[in-house]
């Protein structure tokens, strides 16, 4: 059985996704999900031309972190992620749950990171994204990637027998460890998440990037692409 250490995540434009799961098949991973996404693009030239997002790919692998470890020094070489605009990937490691025979369930404590990098996962209601990333932009962010998705939850007003679903929108960002806070939270403070409905945000730790770092040695770029 493949121990399962982390999610390695790899963000692409469009189309080349399946390339890189093939690559990374190549390298010992077993499959991963796709997932359409948009980023953000945080140039003013093309937002006054009205092109604000471009089409991005989401590749989602989980991996032992050997495995993962592998995954970013062979597609860092063979799709030049430190290049700009190549693409991006980053891993966001597990504790694992232990049970033993008459104990109750326990976290596995091993993981002891120190991030340099953090995820930050907005979800809101469909058409607010550009409302959390103009926040998250103004507190220091780079850019994000959206993802549309669908809420579960049942509406109070709901008539039977039609239930309607609501349209989600997910933001992923990207920080650095000394950005995150601020960044958190401002878009908490601008889309009142601390009101019920208004959405929810959390924060998980990044244990490797490539093409995220900001020191010019082989990976350039802090934000989403």
């Not at 058409?127 to 850019?143: D, H, I, L, Q």
């Not at 995220?212 to 082989?218: A, F, I, M, P, V």
Request: glycine share 10%; with cysteine.
């Amino acid at each position: 059985m493949v121990n399962i250490d982390t999610l390695f995540f790899s963000i692409v434009d469009r189309g080349k996704a399946n390339a890189v799961l093939h690559k990374a098949q190549e390298c010992g991973a077993k499959g991963g999900t796709i997932l359409l996404g948009e980023g953000t693009v945080p140039s003013k030239l093309l937002e006054n031309l009205g092109v604000t997002e471009v089409h991005k790919e989401i590749l989602v692998i989980s991996a032992s972190e050997e495995l993962s470890n592998t995954l970013h020094d062979t597609l860092n070489e063979a799709f030049l992620f430190s290049k700009r605009n190549k693409g991006i990937a980053f891993t966001i490691p597990f504790k694992r749950w232990q049970k033993k025979s008459s104990e109750p369930e326990t976290i596995n404590s091993s993981y002891n990171i120190d991030s340099s990098h953090y995820c930050i996962i907005v979800v809101v209601d469909k058409g607010r994204s550009k409302e959390c990333v103009k926040s998250a932009r103004a507190a220091g962010a780079k850019g994000g990637t959206l993802i549309h998705g669908r809420g579960a939850g049942i509406p109070t007003n709901f008539y039977f027998p039609l239930v309607i679903e609501p349209q989600k929108d997910i933001v992923m960002i990207i920080t650095t460890r000394d950005k995150v806070s601020t960044i958190r939270e401002r878009i908490f403070s601008d889309l009142e998440l601390g009101k019920p409905g208004h959405g929810i945000l959390f924060t998980l730790p990044i244990s490797r990037t490539s093409g995220l770092s900001e020191n010019g040695s082989g990976e350039s770029k802090e934000g989403l692409p």
